[in-house]
């Protein structure tokens, strides 16, 4: 194999979830078949490294100093949603039922992998507590040991800033099926029942 | 989201075996995470294109005129493999039991697709063939219908210059199971038994 095409191979087994024998295949695809798609996808990941940064305000990824929702007038600043990551904001607006801001730990705390508050950006989030605007805050970490462990962390500021603090609803999904349920979640569900 | 994620997320998706989802996931991942491998993945497919081209001869990519199989003194130019794709190429490759030389279709005659004797390069095999120095062809395309009938007018480019021909042989996969393989394979196996 050439070694310009082997490079080629290499970069693109570090995308996610590409193996050896796919990278393979994508690499020759791109050079026999798709061409002018090639040159695309090389010229949107020069621009979008050049272009994409993270907002000031809310670290969410931004073309801009502030991302599109903390620029908007129009959301409730009162209400800030803490999440860990743009895929959870880009998930949350797509319900069109949440007009708040949002806040992107990019992580959870993991102090073996080096993640610790400085890196989530909680001194960032601190601050923004302390200038009395946030009535709210919705810590929407994920329900793992790690993201509980998160909110209990981010819960912490929130009661020193003496700001109301709520967790999404745990529960059966709709649509769900009772019977594969974990047993944790359908004792949550049974205690909350409304 | 931001323009320039969303161009960078339809680029991705251009990737075969890579959905909406997928692409939204690695885009982010690429930006958040892995800013190194996403430059090197732009630098790798910007040279790739400029570099990688197809070998003169055998229509194989190639970064030079000739590809290394091709200039390469010690391959047996008596003999020669005709397959499908690049791909082909390697898995022979891998084998190490093969030393002549290779001619790529870059698919199969499928004249609904606009894939003629043309576009596989068949003049240009013809062209080699009258040159005389090829003693056996050996046609690789796949075992399908689209490859059988590719196949045959290559037989008869074969014929028509009186070189010797053969295929792969066809029969029970090493490590296969005998109860799942199809009867049209097994009835093979059975009529070239040895």
Redesign the interface.
């Known amino acids: 194999?050439?070694?310009?095409?082997n490079?080629?191979t290499?970069?693109?087994r570090?995308?996610?979830?590409i193996g050896p024998k796919?990278a393979?295949?994508?690499?020759?695809?791109?050079?026999?078949h798709?061409?002018h798609?090639?040159?695309?996808?090389?010229?949107?990941?020069?621009?979008?490294?050049a272009?994409?940064g993270q907002c000031s305000r809310c670290r969410d990824?931004?073309?801009a100093r502030l991302?599109?929702v903390c620029a908007n007038e129009q959301r409730d600043a009162r209400l800030l949603c803490i999440v860990e990551?743009?895929?959870d904001v880009?998930a949350f607006e797509q319900t069109g039922s949440y007009k708040g801001l949002y806040f992107v730990l990019?992580g959870q705390l993991s102090p073996l992998d080096g993640l610790g508050p400085q890196e989530l950006g909680l001194p960032l989030l601190a601050e923004r507590l302390a200038e009395g605007v946030i009535e709210e805050v919705i810590i929407a970490t994920n329900p793992t040991m790690e993201g509980e462990a998160t909110a209990y962390y981010i819960q912490q500021l929130t009661d020193a800033a003496q700001v109301k603090t709520s967790r999404l609803a745990q529960g059966v999904p709709i649509g769900g099926s009772l019977e594969l349920l974990d047993g944790a979640t359908l004792a949550q569900a049974l205690l909350h029942r409304h």
């Open positions: 194999m050439s070694s310009l095409l490079r080629l290499q970069a693109l570090q995308l996610p979830g796919s393979q295949r994508m690499a020759y695809r791109l050079l026999l798709k061409r798609q090639a040159a695309e996808l090389a010229q949107a990941l020069s621009d979008a490294l272009g994409v990824l931004s073309e991302c599109s990551s743009p895929l880009l990019h």
